[in-house]
Each structure stands twice: as structure tokens, then as C-alpha cells.
């Protein structure tokens, strides 16, 4: 299974091909996202994003925003060419693997500032996310490959469905 369907599988708990807000809700508490208002924050946004229900289809659609900014342009067009220069900023430049706590203090370096009152939970919360969805088992970090290897199975995604990268 691709990494882009275990993300989603992640959600999908009645393996259904949606995901309800229930499942939505599992999801971001077991990633640490205890802040009841950071969670209503992110499922108000990918709800409006997707249409109000997330199907595998629309997951590919919004799966952009599952990488870090940077690595895609303001079109949300993915360019696998950026991912060393993003991966440089969180693990520090050259390194071979980022943890949590990298991940966490770069997504906090780049929060807007409305999200700024839930920064924490939300920077914690994306740290746990990503390394629990890209890590390779039994290891605590993200490899700059595994980053690179979600952003070229997006674009592929999408250019399969005919949509930009």
C-alpha cells in the first residue's frame, strides 16, 4: 500500500471510502491534537476544502497540504525539486533525518498569524503527524527520501486523475 493510501486509511477507521467527522475527530486527538478548538479549526478547513465529506478522491485533491509549504507553489502544484531545500530548513541544513521536534519547530516558524493561539498544539500535533506518517518502522524520524517519495507519489496521483501536481 502507498504511503498517500496508509494516510488515508488512517482516517478512513470503517474503511467506507470517506471519512466522517467522527473518524476525522479519532484521527486528530490520536495525533495530539487535544486543543478542542485547534480541532475544530483543521476540520473546518479541510471540510470547506473538500466539500464537506473526504473522500479518497478529494484527499488526493487537498494531499498537497499534507507536505510542507515550500515544496509546493501557490497553486498547490507540487515541485519535488524543493524538497531539500524545505527538508534543509526543518532538519537543519544537510541533515539526513528530522524528528518531531523538528518538525514541530519549523511548523511554528511558519504559522499564520490567526493561527497563532493554537501554534503549539498545532505545531506538536503536525510533528507527531508527519513522522508517524513517514517514518520507517521502529525509527522516530523522517527521512529526506521518504519526504521526497510522498511528494513525486502526489504529483503522480494527481497527474493520474489529470489534475496539477
Known amino acids: 500500500m502507498s504511503r498517500l493510501r496508509a494516510l488515508f ?3 478512513d477507521r470503517d474503511d467506507n471510502g470517506a471519512v466522517d467527522e467522527a473518524e476525522m475527530e479519532t484521527f486528530l486527538v490520536g495525533i495530539g491534537l487535544a486543543n478542542r478548538g485547534a480541532r475544530l479549526l483543521v476540520k473546518q478547513t479541510i471540510v470547506k476544502a ?4 473526504l473522500t479518497w478522491s478529494r484527499f488526493v485533491g487537498i494531499s498537497h497540504h499534507l507536505v510542507p ?9 507540487l515541485d519535488p ?4 531545500e524545505v527538508f534543509d530548513r526543518i532538519a537543519g541544513n544537510g541533515g ?3 524528528t518531531a521536534a523538528d518538525v514541530e519547530r519549523y511548523t511554528r516558524s511558519i504559522m499564520p498569524f490567526f493561527m497563532r493561539p493554537f501554534a503549539g498544539t498545532l505545531a506538536r500535533a503536525a510533528g507527531t503527524g508527519v513522522v508517524g506518517a ?6 522516530a524520524c523522517v527521512r529526506r527520501e521518504d ?5 513525486e507519489e502526489i504529483v503522480r496521483e494527481k497527474a493520474g486523475r489529470g489534475t496539477p501536481g
Open 50 to 53: 473538500c466539500g464537506g465529506q
Open 96 to 98: 539526513a533525518h528530522a
Open 9 to 11: 486509511t488512517s482516517f
Open 147 to 151: 519526504l521526497r517519495s510522498l511528494v
Open 81 to 84: 525539486d524543493r524538497v531539500d
Open 134 to 139: 513517514l517514518s520507517r518502522e521502529g525509527e
Open 69 to 77: 509549504p515550500g515544496i509546493a507553489d501557490d497553486d498547490g502544484r
